[in-house]
């Protein structure tokens, strides 16, 4: 959870400016630091049996010290992410048990290390990208300097589908017709958002574009599902190579924040040429004019400036992604704000008729 603040407090701290706001980004910064801490140390596994257990009891299942087990089990308790009972022992938080044990479906709890390796090295790039206007090195470089660099991007990816997908998909229909239902993941990567898709309409057959490096996560991830038959893979740069055609829908999640008008245009029309007739393309990205949310307004300005740092990109304004969709050919062209996570949907057709 976010440090929390009460009325007093955010009176002080932010809304009568008696205080420095910038020490609440601090302890916030803090606060993720310990929690991803304690996920890497195993603290939530060991109290996701609910059987709650003293700080001591921690300690010897992590092979850690008692006293700094137990300093850090009463910041997770300050932090909402464990319960301090009433005998000195603690359990898991709901928030906790959710999101981040292994045990949970929802568990995100492997794409923290993303988030870890993005706030405290990555980000150390920013200032040298602001001075020159651009970026020493690309995001797809730097992972290559860690081992497991691919594998916890596309765990950190994963992390927003699965946030995403299942409402996402509530909004798409997959008309049944005599053929497969053919989709095109462009940049799909972990492959979920096509794993779900399969997994909800049978008549639905997909392809993952991308490079060599995310295939082999994503044939994992595809393989654990058992959908290895109906999905298939394309390994190639998706900027080089000859793109696939004869596609009904084609899906660009998390890849228009990676270029800006020209680049775009570009992909929109090699995407409008992959698609039949009255195929569409069904675009997710942050957007920098969402239209509710404080919350979501400043993850997509944030993001817009690391993606900067990490891509030379940015995240961009529907009326600028309708212009450049409407410049490649697309009609129909729709958008829908999901609610679920800070994403945008955006929905257009290749033809009058074309399914949204
Ligand atoms: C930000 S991730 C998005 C992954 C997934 N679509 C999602 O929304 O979770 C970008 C994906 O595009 C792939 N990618 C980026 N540039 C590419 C290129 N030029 N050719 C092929 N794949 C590329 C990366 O490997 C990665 O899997």
């Known amino acids: 959870m976010p440090v929390q603040m009460n009325l007093v407090e955010k009176l002080v701290w ?4 008696l205080a420095p706001g910038i020490v609440s980004d601090y302890f916030t910064g803090m606060a993720f630091r310990v929690a991803e801490l304690a996920i890497k140390m195993g603290i939530f596994e060991v109290l996701d049996s609910n059987i709650p257990l003293t700080a001591l009891e921690v300690a010897e299942k992590i092979k850690a010290g008692p006293r700094g087990t137990y300093l850090m089990l009463e910041a997770l308790d300050a932090l909402k992410y464990v319960k301090k009972a009433t005998n000195n022992s603690y359990t898991n938080t709901k928030l906790t048990s959710k999101w981040l044990v292994e045990s949970s479906p929802h568990s995100i709890h492997r794409g923290v290390k993303l988030f870890k390796h993005l706030l405290f090295d ?8 602001i001075r020159n206007d651009h970026p020493a090195d690309t995001i797809w470089e730097w992972l290559n300097k860690f081992p497991d660099g691919w594998e916890f991007f596309q765990e ?6 699965k946030l995403a997908a299942d409402e996402l998909l509530c909004h798409l229909k ?17 492959g ?10 049978a008549h639905v057959e997909g392809t993952i574009f991308d490079w060599p490096n995310s295939v082999a996560i994503g044939k994992k991830i595809v393989g654990a599902n058992q959908l290895l038959q109906k999905i298939h893979f394309i390994e190639g740069d998706f900027e080089k190579d000859t793109w696939p055609s004869g596609f009904d829908t084609v899906f660009l999640f998390s890849i228009i924040h990676g270029y800006l008008e020209e680049g775009n245009t570009t992909l929109f029309r090699k995407i409008y040429c992959s698609l039949n007739s009255e195929g569409r393309v069904v675009i997710l990205d942050l957007m920098v004019d969402t239209p509710y949310g404080t919350f979501n307004k400043t993850i997509a300005k944030l993001m817009g400036l690391t993606l900067f740092n990490d891509v030379a990109g940015e995240t961009h304004s529907f009326e600028h992604v309708k212009a450049w969709l409407q410049n490649a050919g697309f009609e129909c062209i729709k958008k829908r704000k999901l609610l679920k996570s800070p994403y945008t949907m955006i929905v257009a057709s290749k033809g009058k008729k074309g399914q949204s």
Do not use: Q, W
């Open 192 to 201: 979920i958002y096509s794993v779900k898709a399969c997994l909800k309409h």
């Open 174 to 190: 997959f008309p049944a017709k005599a053929t497969p239902h053919r989709l095109l993941d462009v940049g799909g990567g972990h």
């Open 122 to 129: 990555r980000l150390e790039s920013l200032e040298e990208t």
């Open 14 to 17: 932010n809304d009568l400016n």
């Open 156 to 161: 950190g990816m994963m992390f927003g589908a």
